[in-house]
């Protein structure tokens, strides 16, 4: 049981990650509204601007994490990071204005950049075999917090706006006081590298990272891919309300139902799928799987048909830890949380594009007067995202496969 605990903290640890980014989720258009006055469709473009910040702090500092966890070792940057989020949640209760929320969200994008050391520590721990199933544990993890974060806050929002930040606070304290006594470091005088500035920004750990023989056209694919798969945070509660008239409450309900289907996939659907089709013909269905949903998403003429719609959209998410897989086998001990933090901030690069071409897609083809009105045009943009994916991802497959042996 002892030796199941560090698992056991990384993986807590991302369940509260996800939770404070979807706790506010099905809120956030009430509360931008609220704090500013604007109308839905002019409140997405707010919620996109917002999403934007967050993207952007884990684009700029996840590879400074990682690179510091390589130097100076997990457990402080992860403990460290959590103690500040449960500062941040703090502001987020009390913010009465835009600009706290903007503090918050850059506060937040800031400490949630330690998912590039969680994925890190899990690769230090992982056989070599192992590390694409490992790292859908990893994403099962954050699937939960997609559950329990809109779930939760839509549950505790009955109490009042500001409770469902002080419960995260808790959680974030809670956890930080939890890793303290069950982590042990990984990183060792073996595999501990040196702190190098030129390598602690996105642009340097690119170049370092994509001399590694097929990883350049992998990480193109893996950062298009986040841009449309982020869809769904982007424009769902902008989206539902606009054209099923659904509440809060109902948002929450479709994000809990979404969440859990997406951590059954990548914890438990995603083994047997590796196991039979390897990690490049996961790859290639996961994102043909994301192509098709994206479609009939975008327009399916009822509610109850887009929550029919979950277990395909949900399927696709087996995409990501495959392409990951792939990239950390092809990677040293010693690079892993360069490369983590690489890949994370391509996240956030994709957390910092996607939500703004989403909403003002979204804008362009909802506001009043709009011609042709269409909310789901998000959705097909998404779709020819994905599609330009499979078709690069099929280009590179040669050296993919060289990567992966």
Do not use: C
């Amino acid at each position: 049981m002892k030796s199941r605990l560090p698992i056991f903290f990384i993986l807590v640890t991302l369940v509260i990650d996800a939770i404070g980014f979807g706790l506010i989720m099905p809120m956030m258009p009430a509360l931008i509204r609220d704090v500013s006055g604007a109308d839905l469709a002019h409140a997405a473009i707010w919620g996109g601007v917002l999403a934007t910040v967050f993207g952007l702090m884990q684009f700029l500092f996840s590879p400074l994490l990682g690179n510091l966890s390589d130097r100076f070792g997990r457990k402080v940057v992860l403990l460290t990071s959590l103690a500040i989020l449960a500062v941040d949640y703090l502001i987020m209760a009390v913010a009465g204005s835009i600009w706290l929320l903007f503090l918050g969200r850059i506060i937040g994008g800031i400490t949630s950049a330690t998912h590039s050391t969680a994925n890190a520590y899990v690769a230090d721990i992982s056989a070599p075999e192992d590390k694409a199933a490992n790292f859908g544990m990893v994403g099962a993890a954050f699937g939960f917090g997609f559950v329990f974060g809109p779930s939760l806050g839509g549950l505790l929002s009955t109490f009042g706006p500001r409770v469902p930040f002080y419960v995260a606070a808790a959680l974030a304290g809670a956890n930080f006081f939890f890793g303290l006594f069950v982590l042990p470091e990984t990183v060792t005088d073996k595999i501990r590298r040196p702190f190098e500035w030129r390598r602690a920004n996105p642009l340097g750990a690119f170049k370092a990272i994509g001399k590694l023989p097929g990883l350049q056209g992998l990480m193109v694919v893996f950062l298009i891919y986040e841009i449309s798969f982020f869809v769904y945070p982007s424009i769902w509660a902008y989206f539902t309300l606009e054209k099923f008239a659904w509440d809060e409450r109902m948002v929450g309900l479709s994000l809990t139902v979404f969440g859990l289907s997406m951590a059954f996939m990548q914890g438990v659907a995603i083994r047997p799928i590796l196991r039979k089709l390897g990690e490049a013909k996961t790859t290639m269905l996961g994102m043909g799987l994301n192509v098709l949903s994206f479609f009939l998403l975008a327009i399916a003429p009822s509610g109850w048909m887009i929550i029919a719609l979950t277990p395909l959209s949900s399927l696709g998410i087996i995409a990501s830890p495959a392409i990951m897989g792939i990239m950390s086998r092809a990677a040293s001990d010693d690079q892993q949380g360069e490369l983590q933090g690489l890949t994370t901030s391509l996240a956030a690069l994709g957390m910092l594009m996607s939500p703004i071409v989403m909403t003002q897609t979204f804008f362009f083809f909802s506001h009043e007067g709009a011609s042709p009105y269409f909310p789901g045009a998000p959705f097909l943009f998404a779709a020819v995202l994905m599609a330009a994916a499979m078709i690069l991802f099929a280009a590179t497959q040669p050296k993919t496969s060289v990567a992966a042996e």
